[in-house]
Structure formats: structure tokens, C-alpha cells
């Protein structure tokens, strides 16, 4: 017997859907959007994570950091993909997309779960190669939809200043010198391509980061206000 599902309307949803069982009913589904997704990207220490915060304030999307997840999955107990992720970060390196993937999907089905209208998820540090988009193409195809591409800017120098002042206080394995040079030299190689086939589909949204905070966020507000 099918289950009866309640319909969610909101303002400018994607008119496609798909149903999730509640803990509560398990006979029951909610009709859910699929996600939105916004890909922030840019160098390590270009202030991406400053600036989803502020997004999220303004304009209440749910803000996803593939690297802030791949570091709680390495810590939790148990972790099956602990000890590898830790070598990948401590190496640079980029975490095998299938990790990933199921991370960010994982989080995103649990908020939609939770509250039906967190639909509109800022998805930072990724996709960061082309093995990345490949999979989340693969993936995710017909049950999420990229928006666009918020691309933060900025000089290399820059971010490594930043990301060492931010290591004074962050704990982070990888906020130290060796570690951000090759982070760097990963974003260049890998990273840029991604933004550059985007940029070719007209779906990224550039921002000089290398201004100040409020400064890099009167320049993302626009584009949100403008993107609706």
C-alpha cells in the first residue's frame, strides 16, 4: 500500500520532488524539494567559510563544508574512513570522492529531514577536481540541482597569510606552510579547471576576496539578491 504523502509548497521550489520516511511515521513521507545547491570555491583562507556564515544569517541557506566534514568524520569514533582521510589532509591531498560524496549527501538528507524548508544548501570546498564533479554528476544527478558557482578570488600569498594567522588558534593539522603550499598547488592544478568549466556555462559568480570582510560580503550580497 502506498504511502500518503503531504505536500510542501514554497516560494521559487524546483518543481521536482522525491519522499523521505520520518522516524515518527515510517508509513508516512514528506514530498521534499530537491536540494538547491550553491558550490563555493577558492583557494584555502580566501574566507569562504566567514562568508557562508553571513549567508546563512541573511539568507538562511544551510551551509555544508566538505572540508569541516571530512575532519568530524576523521575524529568520530569508529570511523571506518578515519585514518585515510587524516593522511589525505595532512598530505594535501584530496579525499576520495565517494567519501565525500556521502558525507555532504548524509547531511543534506538529515537537514531535509529534520525541516522540510532547509532546502538551499552552500556546499564549500567542493567539488575540488574533476573526479569530484564526475561523481557528484554521477551521484546526484536528478536529486540536486547546482544553482551556481559563488567563486571567492584571491592572491596566494593572501590566503597563506591568513591561513597561518588562523592556525595560531584553529588546532588544524593543515594550517602550516608545507601543508597550504601544496593546498595551493592542488586548488591551481585541480580545483581552477572546475571553476573554468563552470565559468564557460556562465554559472559562477566571481568575488575579489581579497578585500575586506565586509567589504567581499557587500559583493556576494548583491549576487544573492540579485540569484533570489
Same mark, same amino acid.
Given at each position: 500500500?502506498?504511502?500518503?504523502?503531504?505536500?510542501?509548497?514554497?516560494?521559487?521550489?524546483?518543481?521536482?520532488?522525491?519522499?523521505?520516511?520520518? $522516524?515518527?511515521?515510517?508509513?508516512?513521507?514528506?514530498?521534499?524539494?530537491?536540494?538547491?545547491?550553491?558550490? &563555493?570555491?577558492?583557494?584555502?583562507? $580566501?574566507?569562504?567559510? !566567514?562568508?557562508?556564515? @553571513?549567508?546563512?544569517?541573511?539568507?538562511?541557506?544551510?551551509?555544508?563544508?566538505?572540508?569541516?566534514?571530512? @575532519?568530524?568524520?576523521?575524529? @568520530?569514533?569508529?570511523?571506518?574512513?578515519?585514518?585515510?582521510?587524516?593522511?589525505?589532509?595532512?598530505?594535501?591531498? *584530496?579525499?576520495?570522492?565517494?567519501?565525500?560524496?556521502?558525507?555532504?549527501?548524509?547531511?543534506?538528507?538529515? !537537514?531535509?529531514?529534520?525541516?522540510?524548508?532547509?532546502?538551499?544548501?552552500? *556546499? %564549500?570546498? +567542493?567539488?575540488?577536481?574533476?573526479?569530484?564533479?564526475?561523481?557528484?554528476?554521477? !551521484?546526484?544527478?536528478?536529486?540536486?540541482?547546482?544553482? +551556481?558557482?559563488?567563486? +571567492? %578570488?584571491?592572491?596566494?600569498? *593572501?590566503?597563506?597569510?591568513?591561513?597561518?594567522?588562523?592556525?595560531?588558534?584553529?588546532?588544524?593539522?593543515?594550517?602550516?606552510?608545507?601543508?597550504?603550499?601544496?593546498?595551493?598547488?592542488?586548488?591551481?592544478?585541480? !580545483?581552477?579547471?572546475?571553476?573554468?568549466?563552470?565559468?564557460?556555462?556562465?554559472? &559562477?559568480?566571481?568575488?575579489?576576496?581579497?578585500?575586506?570582510?565586509?567589504?567581499? +560580503?557587500?559583493?556576494?550580497?548583491?549576487?544573492?539578491?540579485?540569484?533570489?
Amino acid at each position: 500500500m502506498f504511502c500518503r504523502c503531504l505536500l510542501v509548497v514554497a516560494a521559487r521550489l524546483s518543481p521536482r520532488a522525491r519522499c523521505l520516511p520520518t $522516524a515518527a511515521a515510517p508509513r508516512r513521507c514528506l514530498l521534499l524539494m530537491k536540494p538547491q545547491v550553491v558550490f &563555493v570555491l577558492g583557494g584555502p583562507g $580566501a574566507g569562504k567559510g !566567514t562568508q557562508c556564515a @553571513r549567508i546563512v544569517e541573511k539568507y538562511g541557506y544551510t551551509h555544508l563544508s566538505a572540508g569541516d566534514l571530512l @575532519r568530524d568524520e576523521r575524529k @568520530r569514533p569508529g570511523s571506518q574512513y578515519g585514518e585515510l582521510i587524516e593522511k589525505y589532509i595532512k598530505e594535501g591531498a *584530496i579525499v576520495p570522492v565517494e567519501i565525500t560524496i556521502s558525507l555532504l549527501k548524509r547531511a543534506m538528507d538529515q !537537514t531535509m529531514a529534520a525541516n522540510v524548508q532547509k532546502y538551499k544548501f552552500l *556546499i %564549500d570546498g +567542493f567539488p575540488r577536481n574533476e573526479d569530484n564533479l564526475q561523481g557528484w554528476n554521477k !551521484t546526484m544527478d536528478g536529486k540536486a540541482d547546482v544553482s +551556481f558557482v559563488l567563486f +571567492f %578570488d584571491c592572491d596566494n600569498e *593572501i590566503c597563506i597569510g591568513r591561513c597561518l594567522e588562523r592556525g595560531k588558534s584553529s588546532g588544524r593539522s593543515d594550517d602550516n606552510r608545507e601543508s597550504l603550499e601544496k593546498r595551493l598547488d592542488t586548488y591551481l592544478q585541480s !580545483t581552477k579547471p572546475i571553476i573554468d568549466q563552470y565559468e564557460k556555462m556562465g554559472k &559562477v559568480r566571481k568575488v575579489d576576496a581579497s578585500k575586506s570582510v565586509d567589504e567581499v +560580503f557587500g559583493k556576494v550580497v548583491k549576487i544573492f539578491d540579485k540569484e533570489g
